[in-house]
DNA sequence: TTACTATTTAACAAAAGTGTTAAACATAAT
DNA sequence: ATTATGTTTAACACTTTTGTTAAATAGTAA
């Protein structure tokens, strides 16, 4: 039979990601969702079964996302240096838009005993290995390449996964806490790129 | 009316800090904790009467424990590289002992729109003052203080509470993660202290 | 117009989790 | 030995959330 779309589907999925990865409302129900996109909750049933296939879907798709940003910076075909400024900018910009995205996944992966593919791991070893030879021509301080890893990521994704603490303890508002994200990106890539 | 202490009370909140905290289990039932704990549910009600108080309790002491911890480093009569090397130290080894914690406390501050109170935000201030001269006499790269914060406490936390998906990405066992683990107290202090 | 699809409504069933109660049992303190 | 407290058991009521169904309505395409 022919379907029509209506792009009502891609709302409720749009809707749930923006509920549970920009706001952060980790325990939304169904009703939730189906109140903040203007449906009946009927129609959550209806397009995806169950709560639990809808939360499969948006956490998968947000996995590929990262993936994707992740990946196509890692294999860029660029020099280190603007290959790791364009990494943080593209990681950054993401994850202002999703601050929370990065923390669902990874709670979810925590739950779920999920394996990193092959594929990913390779593209993470080609990386490790621009980082060693970059270290060795003296342009990074010299460490575990996995540590330089940990290192970026942490400096790119925790500050905004703890915004709203943040702007309670330096008494920000909004826009000066924007303002200084954005600063992040050339300041991580001082700090780790001499 | 005197009552003896078993230290089933305690007992429960430590299992309950232990689920969220350290398996980082969120959505744990009363049932998973007093099977945890080994007791009947009915006890979490008798002691705690609702799931609530047990949660509110157990997050308040956290968020405390964190508080101080924080704190004591913060206001420790030591020169600031000292006081700094102190605060990753002891900051790192309850982080490892709890990686979920932070994120916890986090997750529930944005829930509850909780305020930081302003005698932490004091000494706060007093920490990034101390900041703010170490960089004038060149021991830390310039930048606002508020950033090199946030850069210590991304550094310090963020590896622990991806530290499932990272032993997946880097295909290494809880030991060696450990070790890692360890290495990124002095490893932190050199990204940041010069 | 007809037919088909999208969406809503309402009502209900089923499940999961929580809170309560009363009775029984265990055990340490007096 | 008695008493008070800690703990278990079982049963049940209540709430929240989820999933299902059938019928009604709206709108679009043929």
Chains 1, 2 share one sequence.
Request: glycine share 2%.
């Amino acid at each position: 039979m022919a379907t029509r779309d209506t792009g009502t589907e891609q709302l409720i999925k749009d809707t749930a990601k923006h509920i549970f990865f920009s706001e952060g409302r980790l325990h939304a129900t169904t009703q939730d969702i189906a109140d903040a996109a203007g449906v009946n909750r009927t129609l959550l049933n209806y397009y995806f079964r169950s709560r639990d296939t809808l939360f499969e879907q948006v956490v998968k798709e947000a996995r590929d996302e990262m993936s994707d940003i992740i990946d196509s910076a890692f294999s860029a075909e660029l020099p280190f240096k603007e290959k790791l400024e364009k990494l943080i900018a593209v990681f950054l910009d993401q994850a202002m838009k999703f601050p929370y995205r990065e923390m669902y996944v990874v709670s979810e992966f925590n739950r779920s005993e999920k394996v990193v593919q092959d594929a990913k791991k390779t593209k993470l070893k080609t990386f490790l290995n621009e980082i060693k030879i970059e270290m060795e021509s003296g342009k990074i301080k010299k460490m575990d390449p996995r540590q330089f890893c940990m290192n970026l990521f942490a400096l790119m994704a925790y500050p905004l996964i703890t915004s709203c603490l943040n702007k309670s303890l330096y008494s920000i508002n909004d826009v000066e806490y924007l303002k200084l994200m954005k600063e992040r990106k050339q300041l991580i890539f001082d700090m780790i790129y001499q």
